[in-house]
C-alpha cells in the first residue's frame, strides 16, 4: 500500500485542465446578482409586538415604525422646511414640469403625438365648460386616450366629482345600468359607441361625444326627436381663453367615484376616493421603486389595462408625475392584445392585466416548437433564478428572439396585479412569471390590487425573480398564485385570525387581510375579503 | 519510481497476463486518473445543481399582553429576567434598561409595579407604590406641573422602550376576557 504510482499521463493533464476550467471558468464570467440576495430575505418591516388573535403589523421597509406612512407628493411648501400633501392637480403640474412635454396616442399602426402645453389648454377649456354649465358630477365612459386624461384632470382642477365608468373596448355590460347608480350631470363617451337612448334615462345636464377626426364633419350636435342636450368634444377645447381657476380643494372630500366589481346579483359598489388618497396612493407607488428602477422622463410608460381600473391609473398618473412620456391605446383594457397596444411605441413601462399577460404567455410557450428554444430558455430561466439576474441575451440566444413578444427592445418593467376580493380574478404562479421575464428581457413585477386601495396593495421587490413552491388557492382546483410581495409605503397590513386560519400557525401567520392608511377609500381600516399567509421573507400570499 | 513498467520481479507476477491483454484500458484508470476524473464528475455535477434556497429565520413578534398588578409583579427582573413597568395602564418591557431599573438600580422600586405615582411626583420612593392588592391608582390628586411630569416621562419610555401590554383591573372585564 505505501507505493501507490504517481504517474500523470496525457489523460490525467486533461484531467485537470478540464477541473481547473470548471471551477474557474464560472468565476471569471459570473457577474453580482442585480440585489443582493439578503434583501430578499427581509422584505418588510414586522411590528415587534402583535396583539392577540392577529398577526404582526406588516409595513414597506420605506416606511418602517416610527415613520408616517407615504401620504402625499411631499411638495415644497410654502414655509421653508416644510413639504405638503398636493393634490391631483399636482400631478398634471409635475408632468408639465418635469415631462418632455408630450403625450401619445397609439391609433393602430400610427402613433400621434399631442404636446403637453395644448393639452393644459384643453383641461381648463373643458373644465371651464363644466363649471359654465354648473355640473358637481362627470361620468368619463371612454377608452385609453388623451381625451380621458384630460377629463380627469379637468375635473380635478375645477373641484368637480369624476366618475370613472367601467370600461373595456368590447363592453357587453349595459352602460346605462352603470349610470343609474351615480346619475352624473355629465357624461362623457366615445361618438358612435353608446347609443342615445342609453344614456337619455339618466336625464343627464349634459352628454359630451368624444368623435374621431375622420367622422367630425358628421353633425353630432342635434341629436333628432331628442330634447336631450349634446355637444362634441372638438368644440368645446376651442376655447383658449380659459385660465387655471385655483379654486380651494378639500383635500378629504370625495374627487373620484369608481365601480366594484361585479357581484353575484349584477350589482357594482360604488367606493369614492379623496384627492389624499389618489395622491398618497401615486406617491406611494412613485416610492416604492428602487432608485435605478424609478420613473423617470426618459420612460415611455403604456397603460395596457383600462384607465378605468384604479391600479393602472395610479401608475400613469406616477409616470406622469415623474415626467415619463404617457403613450395611450384605446384597445387597452382587461383582453388587450400586449404587442398591438405598443405598437411602434417602444414603451419601458407597461402595466397589464394578468389576463392579457397570461394570454401572451401561453401564446409564446406555444411556438417555442424546436429543442433549441426550450434549451436555451431554460439556462435563461436558470440566469434569473439562480443568478438573481435578468437574461439580457447573447449571440447564442438571439435564435430565440422570434418567439420573443414583440413589444420594443427597450422594455424595462412590466406591472401586473391580482384583483383581491374579484370573483373573477385571474392568479399568476411563480414560474409563470419567471418565463415571463425571459420572453420580455425585462422585470415583471406582480403584485396584488384592490377596489378600494389606491395603487397596488402590496407590490413584490422589482428583483425578486425566485419561483417559489406553488400554492394552490383557496377557491378549490384552478390555477396557482405567486407571493403578492411586501405592502405598499402608503398603508399597512395585519391578518386577523379567521376560522382555521391563526396568527399562531405553524407553518407562518395567517389570517383574514386588513389593511390601513391614506391610501385606503374611506379612512377606516378595511378588509381586502381574503385570507392571507405571511411567508418568512415578509411577503404576502394566499393562504 | 524507476520502476513503474510491468516486469519480471513485479510484486504481484499473476496480474501480469491480464495487463498485457487490456492494456489500451488500464493503463489510463490509474488512480491518479481516477480520483481525478471522480474530482471533475463532483464539480460538474455541484455546478449544474441549483443552490438551496437559504434559509430565513422566521421573525417571531411577541403577543400583547394583559396584566393585572399581582401577575406584572413577577417581573422586576429578580424572579423573571425580564423587567416590566406600567405606566398610566401600559406596560413598558425596559429590561434593555436593567442598570437603571433593574435589581440594584436607582428606579429598582418600579420594576414589576405601576410606576406612575413616582414618575408624576420624581420621587422614586417605596411609598409611592400601590400595594399590589389595592386597585390601580387613578392618579386623580396630581396637581399640572405633576401631570407634565408624568406627560414627559410617558413620552420617553414610549421613545425608548417596547409598549408590549397593559395594566388592568383585578377581576375586570378585560382581565377575564384575557383569562386572568
Known amino acids: ?543 | 519510481m524507476d520502476n513503474a513498467g510491468p516486469g519480471p520481479d513485479s510484486a504481484a507476477p499473476p496480474t501480469a497476463p491480464e495487463e498485457t491483454t487490456a492494456l489500451s484500458l488500464s493503463s489510463f484508470a490509474t488512480p491518479v486518473n481516477l480520483t481525478i476524473l471522480v474530482l471533475f464528475l463532483y464539480v460538474l455535477i455541484m455546478r449544474a445543481r441549483s443552490p438551496p434556497p437559504p434559509a430565513v429565520p422566521r421573525q417571531k413578534p411577541r403577543v400583547f399582553q394583559t396584566f393585572t398588578p399581582r401577575t406584572l409583579k413577577p417581573f422586576n427582573g429578580a424572579d423573571q429576567p425580564t423587567v416590566l413597568l406600567a405606566v398610566q395602564g401600559d406596560v413598558f418591557d425596559v429590561t434593555s434598561g436593567a442598570s437603571f431599573y433593574g435589581p440594584g438600580g436607582p428606579y429598582a422600586n418600579f420594576a414589576g409595579r405601576d410606576a406612575s405615582r413616582g414618575l408624576a411626583k420624581n420621587s422614586f420612593d417605596e411609598e409611592m407604590l400601590t400595594p399590589i392588592d389595592q386597585p390601580i391608582d387613578k392618579l386623580e390628586d396630581l396637581n399640572g406641573e405633576e401631570k407634565n411630569s408624568l406627560a414627559d416621562w410617558k413620552g420617553h419610555f414610549q421613545g425608548k422602550y417596547l409598549l408590549v401590554g397593559k395594566l388592568v383591573e383585578e377581576g375586570s372585564e378585560e382581565a377575564k376576557a384575557a383569562g386572568i
Not at chain 1, 399636482?90 to 418632455?100: N, P, Q, R, V, Y
Not at chain 1, 368619463?140 to 367601467?166: M, T
Open chain 1, 1 to 543: 500500500m505505501a507505493e501507490i504510482e504517481l504517474t500523470l499521463d496525457a489523460l490525467s493533464y486533461t484531467l485537470i485542465a478540464l477541473l481547473i476550467a470548471v471551477l474557474v471558468i464560472p468565476a471569471v464570467l459570473s457577474r453580482d446578482p442585480d440585489v443582493h440576495p439578503f434583501v430578499l430575505h427581509r422584505q418588510s418591516a414586522i411590528s415587534p409586538v402583535r396583539n392577540p388573535k392577529e398577526s404582526a403589523v406588516y409595513r414597506s421597509t420605506d416606511t418602517p415604525f416610527g415613520y408616517p406612512l407615504v401620504s402625499g407628493l411631499g411638495l415644497p411648501a410654502a414655509q421653508k422646511y416644510a413639504s405638503r400633501t398636493g393634490d391631483i392637480r399636482d400631478i398634471w403640474k409635475l408632468a408639465i414640469e418635469h415631462g418632455k412635454g408630450k403625450m401619445q396616442s397609439v391609433k393602430g399602426k400610427e402613433v400621434v403625438d399631442f404636446s403637453i402645453a395644448d393639452l393644459t389648454k384643453h383641461i381648463y377649456a373643458v373644465g371651464s365648460h363644466f363649471r359654465d354649465i354648473g355640473a358637481k358630477s362627470v361620468a368619463v365612459y371612454l377608452p385609453n386616450d388623451v381625451e380621458n386624461l384630460v377629463v380627469s384632470f379637468a375635473c380635478a382642477f375645477y373641484n368637480i366629482k369624476l366618475i370613472i365608468v367601467p370600461f373595456e373596448p368590447h363592453q357587453t355590460e349595459g352602460v346605462l345600468g352603470l349610470l343609474k347608480e351615480t346619475r352624473p350631470d355629465v357624461i362623457i363617451a366615445a361618438a358612435g359607441q353608446v347609443p342615445l337612448e342609453e344614456i337619455t334615462p339618466i336625464r343627464p345636464k349634459e352628454i359630451i361625444f368624444v368623435v374621431e377626426p375622420g367622422s367630425q364633419h358628421l353633425d353630432w350636435d342635434s341629436p333628432e326627436g331628442s330634447d336631450q342636450k349634446s355637444v362634441v368634444y372638438h368644440e368645446i377645447i376651442k376655447n383658449g381663453a380659459a385660465k387655471d381657476p385655483e379654486v380651494d380643494i378639500e383635500l378629504n372630500a370625495p374627487a373620484v367615484v369608481i365601480y366594484g366589481p361585479k357581484q353575484k346579483d349584477g350589482s357594482r359598489e360604488l367606493i369614492e376616493f379623496s384627492h389624499r388618497n389618489i395622491v398618497a396612493g401615486v406617491a406611494s407607488q412613485m416610492k416604492s421603486l428602487p432608485t435605478r428602477e424609478k420613473y423617470t422622463p426618459n420612460d415611455v410608460f403604456v397603460p395596457v389595462d383600462t384607465l378605468a381600473d384604479l391600479h393602472t391609473r395610479i401608475h400613469t398618473y406616477a409616470a406622469l408625475a415623474s415626467g415619463s412620456t404617457v403613450a395611450l391605446s384605446s384597445i387597452a383594457g382587461k383582453h388587450a392584445d400586449i404587442e398591438t397596444a405598443v405598437r411602434n411605441v417602444n414603451p419601458t413601462i407597461i402595466v397589464v392585466s394578468p389576463e392579457s399577460l397570461l394570454e401572451l404567455h401561453i401564446r409564446t410557450r406555444g411556438t417555442m416548437m424546436e429543442l433549441w428554444h426550450g434549451m436555451i430558455h431554460y439556462f435563461q430561466a436558470r440566469t434569473l433564478t439562480n443568478n438573481g439576474r435578468i437574461p439580457k441575451g447573447n449571440f447564442i440566444t438571439r435564435v430565440n428572439d422570434y418567439i420573443r413578444p414583440r413589444v420594443g427592445k427597450k422594455l424595462r418593467l412590466v406591472f401586473v396585479a391580482e384583483s383581491a376580493g374579484s370573483p373573477d380574478s385571474q392568479p399568476l404562479n411563480s414560474l409563470d412569471l419567471s418565463d415571463l421575464r425571459v420572453f420580455f428581457q425585462a422585470k415583471v413585477v406582480y403584485g396584488l390590487k384592490h377596489y378600494k386601495v389606491a395603487g397596488p396593495v402590496t407590490q413584490c421587490n422589482v428583483y425578486d425573480y425566485r419561483v417559489q413552491k406553488q400554492k394552490s388557492l383557496p377557491k378549490g382546483p384552478g390555477r396557482e398564485c405567486a407571493h403578492f410581495g411586501a405592502p405598499s409605503p402608503g398603508l399597512e397590513i395585519k391578518l386577523k385570525d379567521r376560522g382555521e386560519y391563526t396568527a399562531d400557525d405553524a407553518e407562518g401567520p395567517r389570517g383574514e387581510v386588513w389593511v390601513t392608511g391614506p391610501v385606503v377609500a374611506g379612512g377606516r381600516e378595511l378588509s381586502l375579503g381574503i385570507v392571507g399567509k405571511w411567508e418568512d421573507e415578509g411577503v404576502l400570499s394566499y393562504a
